[in-house]
């Protein structure tokens, strides 16, 4: 019996040390979304400064799409702009963008600075749609499908070597299976 109490302590801590283990092969990076395989929120925003149309739920649906969620107090969307033009050059995908928490005008001159990588952009100041998103910080980038599912979502900057090992293969891979266009 006493053996049986010295090995308890030794069994537990072999435990967590295999539950721990097994977290080490996850990416810290993803986060889950309840919306994968779901319709995008329904959704209407006014446009940013400078621009004259908005962007809502229904821009997203016909053509695969991605959806960048910005802001231009993000540093790490300083960091990631530059893929995005390169995506825009490259003509994919459409990129719609969504100015999260931002100042009256603070994104239209970000833009401007950087350039505009953006099919429409939706001024998201009170931070409602992000939610409806599940948002968790910028950047984000959703991947939508033809009908306006919900097919990936990627959490922080995308990189050159994300936008061609995983990103770019997915949305070349929606747009094959998409049903013909009415």
Request: with cysteine; hydrophobic share 45%.
């Amino acid at each position: 019996m006493m053996r049986v109490v010295f090995l308890l302590p030794i069994a537990a801590f072999l435990a967590l040390a295999l539950w721990f283990a097994a977290g080490l092969g996850r990416d810290p990076g993803y986060i889950p979304s309840m919306l994968i395989d779901r319709p995008a929120p329904l959704f209407s925003l006014p446009p940013i400064a400078g621009r004259d149309q908005g962007f809502s739920s229904e821009d997203l649906k016909g053509a695969v799409s991605m959806v960048n969620i910005f802001g231009s107090w993000c540093a790490t969307c300083e960091i990631e702009h530059p893929v995005l033009m390169e995506i825009a050059r490259e003509g994919i995908a459409p990129i719609y963008g969504l100015n999260w928490k931002d100042q009256p005008g603070a994104g239209a001159a970000w833009l401007a600075e950087r350039g505009d990588p953006f099919m429409a952009i939706g001024d998201d100041a009170d931070g409602r749609v992000a939610v409806d998103f599940g948002v968790t910080g910028a950047p984000e980038t959703f991947i939508i499908d033809a009908e306006g599912r919900v097919r990936h979502k990627h959490v922080g900057e995308i990189t050159r070597e994300q936008w061609r090992r995983v990103l770019k293969p997915m949305v070349e891979d929606l747009k094959k299976n998409a049903p013909p266009a009415d």
